[in-house]
């Protein structure tokens, strides 16, 4: 194998782990959720990762890891969903703690 393949190997390996970490975070902050008390209502791409009910109230989480950043459409879309009155949270998940800190949208 030629250091190219290698190398192409290596970064799929990379990406690949990335997406798991990243579904194994998400996974975890909805049972989280659940446990707390909220009803995961949905998550969908160009809004907050996960919406949730809990006592009435409508709220969004956001989850990030490892050095990903809040892209600017996200900032504006939380920014607006805050604006509105809805609890807003970016949860950064860290695996060394196997457990989220809580963020902030700017």
């Known amino acids: 194998m030629d250091a190219d393949s290698k190398r192409r190997k290596t970064s799929i ?3 690949k782990n990335k997406r798991d ?6 996974k975890m902050a ?8 909220y009803q995961v209502l949905a998550h969908r791409n160009g809004w907050p990762d996960i919406m949730a009910l ?3 109230k409508l709220a969004f989480f ?3 890891q490892g050095d990903d950043t809040l892209k600017d ?12 009155g809805h609890d807003v ?11 989220f800190e809580e963020g902030k949208i700017g």
Do not use: C, M, S, T
């Open 13 to 15: 390996a990379a990406w």
């Open 21 to 26: 970490n990243w579904f194994k975070a998400e």
């Open 30 to 37: 909805v049972d989280k959720l659940q446990h707390e008390g």
């Open 54 to 56: 809990k006592d009435g």
């Open 62 to 64: 956001e989850i990030k």
């Open 73 to 84: 459409d996200q900032k504006i879309v939380l920014l607006e969903l805050k604006n509105f």
């Open 89 to 99: 949270h970016i949860w950064r998940y860290r695996q060394d703690k196997n457990d």
